[in-house]
């Protein structure tokens, strides 16, 4: 379901694919190639969501801008080429670069900011504000940089956004 809230209306490219079973409202762009599937909700309704090309954002998965709290406050959430969000995340962030694996039942914190080719493990907690230069591997509640990606991780990065495009299209060329 894509809906518009007050003058916020979702773009989303051609390209791209939404099921008919997530929830996009408001202020969110979707970038060439990139996939929402079942059960994702994205919320642009406190400000801004920017999702760029051949990102996936998996089943499940909740991405929300800003804080209700203060309403002057706005915090616009930017998320990468090339991201692989796992299954169950929860993301209400700042930033997420490109070329970044977000584990399964992860969540990102108000106000994090990841790097470029990071990988983010299952379950970890990204604490609020935390900052996560690139190539970094994070891990633990709370989350923890362990040291530099491995490339065997890294694969993950290289191979699913692009396996996800590819099941993306076949998805939309039989209408689902």
């Known amino acids: 379901m894509i809906r518009g809230l007050g003058n916020k209306k979702p773009k989303i490219a051609e ?15 979707i970038g060439d190639n990139s996939s929402v599937w079942p ?6 309704d406190f400000g ?3 999702i760029g090309s051949n ?3 998996e089943d499940n998965c909740v991405i929300h801008s800003g804080t209700p709290s203060t309403p002057s406050y706005r915090e616009d959430v930017t998320i990468g080429d090339n991201v692989h969000i796992g299954h169950g995340a929860v993301i209400n962030c700042r930033k997420i670069g490109n070329n ?3 584990g399964m039942n992860a969540t990102i914190l108000h106000d994090a900011e990841i790097g470029d080719f990071c990988i983010i493990g299952a379950g970890c907690l990204v604490s609020q504000g935390m900052k996560i230069p690139d190539k970094s591997f994070v ?3 709370p989350g923890k940089i362990k040291g530099e990606a491995s ?3 890294l694969w993950w990065v290289k191979e699913g956004p692009q396996g996800y495009a590819e099941l993306a299209k076949q ?6």
């Open 15 to 29: 390209s791209a694919f939404v099921s008919e079973a997530a929830y996009v409202i408001g202020d969110v762009e």
């Open 55 to 57: 990102t996936a954002i």
């Open 39 to 44: 059960g994702a909700v994205i919320r642009g």
């Open 139 to 141: 891990a633990g509640v």
């Open 48 to 50: 801004s969501i920017k």
């Open 171 to 176: 998805y939309k060329e039989q209408g689902l």
């Open 100 to 102: 970044v694996l977000i």
């Open 151 to 153: 490339p065997e991780q």
